[in-house]
């Protein structure tokens, strides 16, 4: 299957990213918002994964001999973090720019990740399966999203996890995802978003139910304008929030 033509793939979103791909790396640029947002990202991602495979978060590489992928990698801002607490991390993304770039990054740092111009749907049809995977900031990007549900879910292994985020449709993501963030602050480009493809926490968790992928749990990311900072928040999930689940079968 074509990088460019699974159901899921929407090629009006992916030209948009191309053709920003060159600055990925750079942390004022467009994609800004996701360099100050990673650390978060990144720590609720190592925490999850060791709760789940009974590792120790301040071991210098928890995630050591963990498969993961990263779907919809972008310039490898996850990937970078997830090789480097240890895990055999695999970057996929529909965008051939963005993975040139990642490799090229991955290469100057001297990390060794498996970057894949590619589709969820396309390494679900090779058969392949990992310990986790990772979906952030993506699902909202997508043209079917059940089809790329039924597609990460695919590539989960039995007693794996699926960590997610995406933006909640509310009237108050409405207000700071596209009216601050795309017209006042200018933080990202007029456009980048959509508010009609935001996707609520119950339909997220009821669209994975479905692929047989439960439900653990969930955190808002809350922004603290006067800080600059971004938290994990318990009880505000109006914006972004992340989700944890995992598909039944042998433990980690």
């Known amino acids: 299957m074509p990088a460019r033509t699974a159901a899921s793939i929407d090629a009006t979103e992916i030209a948009r990213f191309e053709a920003v791909a060159d ?5 004022e640029g467009e994609f800004r918002p996701l360099h100050r947002l990673n650390p978060v ?41 997830m090789a480097r607490l ?18 090229l990054h ?9 970057y894949r111009e590619a589709t969820a749907e396309a390494l679900a049809a090779e058969g392949r399966q990992f310990d986790a995977v990772l979906a952030l900031e993506i699902v909202e990007h997508v043209a079917d999203v059940d089809a790329f549900l039924g597609a990460v879910a695919a590539l989960v292994r039995p007693g794996g996890t699926l960590i ?3 933006l909640n449709r509310t009237p108050k993501s409405f207000g700071l995802a596209i009216l601050g963030a795309e017209y006042v602050l ?46 994990l928040s318990a009880s ?13 079968g042998e433990g980690g």
């Not at 980048?192 to 955190?219: Q, Y």
């Open 236 to 248: 505000d999930l109006d914006v972004n929030y992340l989700l944890a689940a995992r598909k039944a």
């Open 164 to 166: 997610m985020s995406t």
């Open 23 to 27: 600055r990925w790396w750079d942390s």
């Open 106 to 114: 991955a290469g100057q740092a001297g990390l060794t990740i498996d």
């Open 41 to 81: 990202r990144v720590g609720f991602i190592r925490d999850r994964l060791c709760a789940d495979f009974d590792r120790s978060p301040t071991d210098p590489k928890p995630l050591a001999g963990l498969a993961i992928a990263d779907i919809g990698c972008g310039g490898g801002l996850l990937c970078e973090p």
């Open 186 to 231: 200018r933080w990202v480009p007029r456009g980048t978003h959509d508010w009609r493809k935001f996707v609520r926490p119950s339909e997220l968790a009821g669209g994975l139910r479905r692929h047989g992928i439960a439900t653990e749990t969930m955190s808002g990311m809350v922004y603290n304008p006067l800080a600059g900072t971004w938290r």
């Open 86 to 103: 240890g895990a055999e991390t695999t970057g996929i993304d529909a965008g051939a720019e963005a993975v040139a770039v990642a490799r």
